[in-house]
Every structure is written in structure tokens, then in C-alpha cells.
């Protein structure tokens, strides 16, 4: 392994029936070890967290400033363009052939985070804070879709996802008593 430092660690990505693994390999002692990696797709969905807390914060200094449709309004079309914006760009997903269904179920879920845009802003309007509303709209449509995955998509539904979905509807109710 040349131009690795002595004692540090290298990691090679190998795969099993199981899932992705990574590889660590000690280069001082030789010794290996496996241990489970991070499936790809958290990596984008660690970056979005971050897009969604800013989008959030700034909806939230943006209620009240003006009427909640036309604030969703203003939100979903910056989206539009923004997405526009990026395809000439060369930022694209794996090339998956589009279908009538994928464009419309893509448009059902373009109408259900519209209402849900309109109604945080009318949240956030009528006072409620950032840690509870947040929790609640966002939290809450993560629990209920995880509840819902298994029986739309055949998802496993695991001790651990029960566990979550649990702490997702905990903190919604700790929470939703704050002013």
C-alpha cells in the first residue's frame, strides 16, 4: 500500500449477501477486520438533511411576511427552477426510463408537498416554534411513511424501524405541547 502512513487505516469496499461491506486493513499489524458500511444512499441523504434544515429556516423567517399561498407558491416554483436549472448541468440520477406512471405518481407527490407547503407556512404564521413544527410535519410524515412502506413497497419492517417510528411519534408529542 504505498504512500499510506504507517498505522493508518485503508478501506476497500467489498460486498456480500448481506450487504456492503468495508474492508479495514491495518497497515502496521496486518490485521483485518469487516465491518458494515454506510449503504450509498446515505450520502445524499445526510447532504438533504442539510438542504431540508436550511429550506426550513428560511420558510420559517419568510411566514408571516407574506399569505401562505403565495409563499408555497414562490417556494415550489424557486424548486422548479432551480431543478430546471441543474438538468443542462449534468447532475442526473442513473438513466431509468421514464413511464407514464413514474410522471404521475411524480405529480401526486408534487400536489401533496404543495398543500404541505401551505400549511407550514400557515404553521409557522401562526406562531408555532421551528423544534416543534419541524418535528411534527417533517417527523411526522417520516413515521407515518415508514409505517405505511412496508405494506405499499414490501419494505422489512424491523425492530429497529419500529423502534424509530416510536421515537418519531415520542418526540412529536414531547414536542407539540412547546409554544
Do not use: N, Q
Not at 460486498?15 to 461491506?21: E, I, Q, T, V
Amino acid at each position: 500500500m504505498a504512500g499510506v502512513v504507517e498505522g493508518a487505516i485503508a478501506f476497500r469496499s467489498r460486498s456480500s449477501r448481506s450487504g456492503p461491506k468495508c474492508e479495514f486493513h491495518r497497515v502496521r499489524d496486518d490485521e483485518t477486520r469487516y465491518c458494515r458500511a454506510m449503504p450509498a444512499w446515505t450520502v445524499p441523504a445526510f447532504g438533504a438533511t442539510f438542504f431540508v434544515a436550511i429550506h426550513y429556516l428560511l420558510l420559517r423567517a419568510a411566514a408571516g411576511r407574506l399569505e401562505d399561498r403565495l409563499g408555497a407558491f414562490v417556494l415550489e416554483a424557486t424548486a422548479a427552477v432551480a431543478i430546471a436549472a441543474s438538468l443542462p448541468l449534468g447532475m442526473r440520477g442513473d438513466a431509468i426510463p421514464t413511464t407514464r406512471a413514474g410522471l404521475a405518481l411524480a405529480a401526486a407527490s408534487g400536489l401533496a408537498i404543495s398543500v404541505a407547503s401551505i400549511l407550514l407556512f400557515t404553521t409557522l404564521r401562526l406562531g408555532g416554534p421551528v423544534a416543534s413544527t419541524g418535528t411534527i410535519v417533517l417527523g411526522g410524515g417520516v413515521a407515518l411513511s415508514a409505517l405505511a412502506a412496508p405494506w405499499l413497497y414490501g419494505e422489512t419492517f424491523t425492530g429497529r424501524r419500529a423502534l424509530g417510528v416510536a421515537l418519531g411519534f415520542a418526540a412529536m408529542w414531547l414536542l407539540a405541547g412547546e409554544s
